[in-house]
């Protein structure tokens, strides 16, 4: 079973290494919104005493964008699961004497290499928006970082496995990808949202991502967000509950 997993794993990160496109597509659009955005609302955004933040919307920003890295990359690289699809590479792999849990493991942990390494590539512009990373919170900023691409994946496993057309995979991904960032409070926080954005805020997973990663770079929590305790709950529960769907949906494929 691991042999198969890691085989899936390496598959996936060299075709996504071979293929700079997509590399730069990935980390490059949510810089250039962490940019654009940031600086138009830099001025606009009144932090308060809740949120003291000296850098501003930049600063407020870089969680969430942080977030959107994570996102893009690993929905989007499990796209390769409709093209193995294509190429019939995914029915030799089904019919190979190995565990089909296998093939979700190896799949989901691919795109969360992928995403989990261009999320520690931005890390590194924290400075730029005045945010202090210290050297010991580093493995349990990795940590939440990998359970949130972790859960990602799995989503876009999930979608991607039902699929036939990677035409069908954008439609279907754009029509609530981008809601599911917006209301994850990487772009404005839930406490000055209306009654019925709240909600649907707190029930979106990724809140506790984004919740989760803005907690890493903080001591205390800013504004009216989870604790790090109930985020990192969700976070895990949703990474498992996509990891046993995934593990569904493949036994049933005949």
């Not at 390494?117 to 349990?140: E, K, M, N, R, S």
Request: charged residues 10%; proline residues 5%; glycine residues 12%.
């Amino acid at each position: 079973m691991l042999l198969a997993s890691y085989t899936l794993w390496l598959r996936e990160v060299v075709r996504f290494c071979r293929q700079r496109s997509r590399i730069v597509g990935a980390l490059g659009s949510p810089l250039v919104f962490w940019f654009l955005i940031g600086s138009g609302l830099n001025r606009s955004f009144q932090g308060g005493p809740a949120m003291p933040l000296q850098g501003g919307y930049l600063e407020y920003f870089y969680p969430g964008t942080l977030a959107l890295i994570l996102l893009f990359t690993a929905i989007f690289s499990t796209i390769s699961i409709v093209e193995d699809r294509q190429e019939g590479f995914l029915q030799g792999v089904l019919v190979a004497p190995v565990p089909r849990t296998a093939i979700v493991l190896g799949k989901i942990l691919g795109s969360t290499t992928l995403a989990l390494g261009q999320g520690v590539i931005f890390l590194a512009l924290a400075p730029l928006a005045h945010v202090t990373i210290h050297l010991a919170d580093v493995p349990a900023l990795v940590g939440v970082m990998f359970l949130v691409s972790f859960g990602l994946s799995g989503l876009g496993f999930l979608v991607a496995w039902w699929l036939d057309s990677t035409q069908g995979f954008h439609a279907i991904m754009n029509i609530f990808l981008i809601p599911l960032w917006i209301l994850s409070g990487a772009l404005f926080p839930a406490s000055g949202a209306a009654a019925w954005v709240r909600w649907l805020m707190f029930a979106n997973p990724l809140t506790y991502g984004v919740s989760a990663l803005r907690r890493m770079f903080y001591d205390q929590p800013l504004g009216a967000e989870p604790s790090l305790a109930v985020s990192m709950g969700v976070v895990t529960l949703f990474a498992v509950v996509m990891l046993g769907a995934g593990g569904v949906a493949v036994r049933r494929q005949k």
